[in-house]
């Protein structure tokens, strides 16, 4: 399942890190305007990547935003979970 979710940048210059992983496992990192909606950014290969201890601490940081999300939630809107 493709899911997505982004934290509103601590200097509130209406941006905000958004990391979306796709059902293969990729995933792709944007900086995106706060609120707005998922765009490409950089995206880094589950498979045959030449990252692959990036790979891995990106989808730890996927977690460390969820969590980050559910403790003190922003309203952003941008956490999106996909069939």
């Known amino acids: 399942m493709a899911k997505a ?3 509103i940048c601590d200097m509130r210059e209406g941006k905000a890190l958004q990391l ?3 059902d293969d496992g990729d995933v792709i990192v944007s900086v ?3 609120g707005g ?3 490409k950014g950089v ?3 589950a498979s045959g ?3 692959r201890r990036t ?7 996927f977690e460390a935003m969820a969590e980050d999300e559910e ?3 922003q309203g952003a809107g941008m956490k999106v979970e996909e069939d």
Do not use: D, G, M
């Open 37 to 39: 909606i998922y765009a």
């Open 5 to 7: 979710i982004a934290r």
């Open 49 to 51: 990547t030449q990252s």
């Open 55 to 61: 790979v891995q601490a990106l989808h730890e940081l």
């Open 32 to 34: 995106i305007p706060e």
């Open 71 to 73: 403790a003190i939630p």
């Open 43 to 45: 995206q880094f290969c």
């Open 20 to 22: 979306f992983v796709e």
